[in-house]
T-cell receptor
Framework: EAQVTQNPRYLITVTGKKLTVTCSQN?????MSWYRQDPGLGLRQIYY???????DKGDVPEGYKVSRKEKRNFPLILESPSPNQTSLYFC??????????FGPGTRLTVT | AQSVTQLDSHVSVSEGTPVLLRCNYSSSYSPSLFWYVQHPNKGLQLLLK??????LVKGINGFEAEFKKSETSFHLTKPSAHMSDAAEYFC????????????FGTGTRLKVLA
């Protein structure tokens, strides 16, 4: 089954404790992306990747890191999480400029 | 620079009446345009996409959208609302050239009244 998986689905952590949210797709898509969703703001793109070892900033990259060492995986790293990063996070993948397939979301709370 | 404006944050319709969700975009190049739907506590599902073929695009569940370049609009319509259409809808733009960013609108929450 074609899918995008994210782990964990729910995470509660404390300020400053490094964390990684994993994302994996099984559709051989070149393009992968991370978004955060906040009430009234829609989805905002954090980082995206056009292919292995090629990443670029979206509109809200501050406080986040990504890497793309393999085509199927695109982890999101928060080196020092802060409460303003409490949000719902979605990973997505697609062929370039095509419809995106979204993961189920990761609800992160930073206290 | 790309941008998307969803003109209504909330829309209420009665079941069986038409739905109109409005979206205006700004793009330096020929855009790809999408509508996604998000049901409560669910992920996002593609309704339809426009990529410079026919200007009237048909999607799933009876939805369609018309690309109007002169008005820079991509409004979503459905002839007859169903209770199951209650959800949040997002208009999305991606340039055909230039950056590879996707820009989401802030969303329109559709309420369907019995």
């Amino acid at each position: 089954e074609a899918q995008v998986t994210q782990n964990p689905r729910y995470l509660i952590t404390v300020t400053g404790k490094k964390l990684t949210v994993t994302c994996s797709q099984n559709m051989n898509h070149e393009y992968m992306s991370w978004y955060r969703q906040d009430p009234g703001l829609g989805l905002r793109q954090i980082y995206y990747s056009m292919n292995v070892e090629v990443t670029d900033k979206g509109d809200v990259p501050e406080g986040y890191k990504v890497s793309r060492k393999e085509k199927r995986n695109f982890p999101l790293i928060l080196e020092s999480p802060s409460p303003n990063q409490t949000s719902l996070y979605f990973c997505a993948s697609s062929f370039l400029r095509d419809k995106q397939y979204f993961g189920p979301g990761t609800r992160l709370t930073v206290t | 620079a790309q941008s998307v404006t969803q003109l209504d944050s909330h829309v209420s319709v009665s079941e069986g009446t038409p739905v109109l969700l409005r979206c205006n975009y700004s793009s330096s190049y020929s855009p790809s345009l999408f509508w996604y739907v998000q049901h409560p506590n669910k992920g996002l599902q593609l309704l339809l996409k426009y990529t410079s073929a026919a200007t009237l695009v048909k999607g799933i569940n009876g939805f369609e959208a018309e690309f109007k370049k002169s008005e820079t609009s991509f409004h979503l319509t459905k002839p007859s609302a169903h209770m199951s259409d209650a959800a949040e809808y997002f208009c999305v733009v991606s340039d055909q050239t230039g950056t590879y960013k996707y820009i989401f609108g802030t969303g329109t929450r559709l309420k369907v009244l019995a």
